[in-house]
């Protein structure tokens, strides 16, 4: 069992849990109190930044511990939840890389995090390119179709 | 706050807190007790997992919560924890993308996990292009210094 405690929280316009078009979403992340914001200096020298945060809308009793259909689709295989990157998981914890449009102090302004308004965040990493994958990565056919809309039309992410 | 559980350990032969040559190591990520092999059906249709885990050898007076020199080295500037990847930071949460090299019920085996023996993981989730970077990415050089003896010659990641 660990603890652990927001370091910020997400400002946006988002309020619902929406599925889509997170793409052109613009969020500020900002500080929490007593978390000092020397932390994010130099942090603007990087493109772009991982966040980690914690889905927490989701209910203990909405939390998939087996396998479920993405989205619900049956059009779609039953996939173990560890094989899919749904919000109702063990532990609620999401990662997402997105573009760093600037530092003000301790507020970070991204674009393209698909968290909702509140989202408290446990972790930002600088994204470093030999952190990525060195070579392609190959994914199942249903992963295409469901991303299709995810990040919309937006230049996010 | 928020409280945490394992979903699963790491096992290698990684006693120690070393900084580098992490590429060719071979990892398992076993589930832990009570957790269903079920949520991880579909898995290998993917090529590369991200794994999130915790640095739980880091003690808590370790733990940075302004800027630092990375590795202590005072030829790369001073930067905040947030803007470097460092394993002593607060909520001490790593994140790392690595090849899946195959799964045999609750047990995955895995190239290029930086991560020690015993170490606990919070979240399995597969990586799907889609989250990627769309776009290049841009670092700053400190980063390529620091990084170039960290995967070693090994195939991984």
Chains 1, 2 share one sequence.
Do not use: C
Not at 94 to 106: A, F, P, S
Not at 119 to 140: A, N, S, Y
């Amino acid at each position: 069992m660990t603890v652990v405690q927001p370091v910020a929280f997400v400002r946006n316009s988002r309020k619902g849990q929406e599925d889509d078009n997170w793409g052109d979403v613009e969020s500020r992340i900002e500080l929490a109190p007593g978390v000092d914001p020397v932390s994010l200096e130099g942090i603007e020298a990087f493109s772009h930044i991982e966040v980690v945060f914690v889905f927490d809308q989701v209910p203990d009793e909405a939390i998939e511990r087996g396998s479920r259909h993405p989205r619900g689709n049956t059009a779609w295989p039953k996939v173990g939840i560890f094989a899919q990157r749904a919000k109702n998981r063990p532990n609620r914890i999401g990662t997402t890389m997105v573009r760093l449009e600037k530092r003000e102090g301790g507020v970070l302004t991204v674009r393209g995090l698909d968290a909702v308004d509140g989202t408290p965040v446990l972790d930002i990493k600088p994204v470093m390119k030999q952190f990525l994958p060195r070579e392609g990565t190959r994914q199942p056919a249903w992963v295409d179709e469901l991303m299709r809309g995810y990040w919309g039309t937006g230049p996010g992410h």
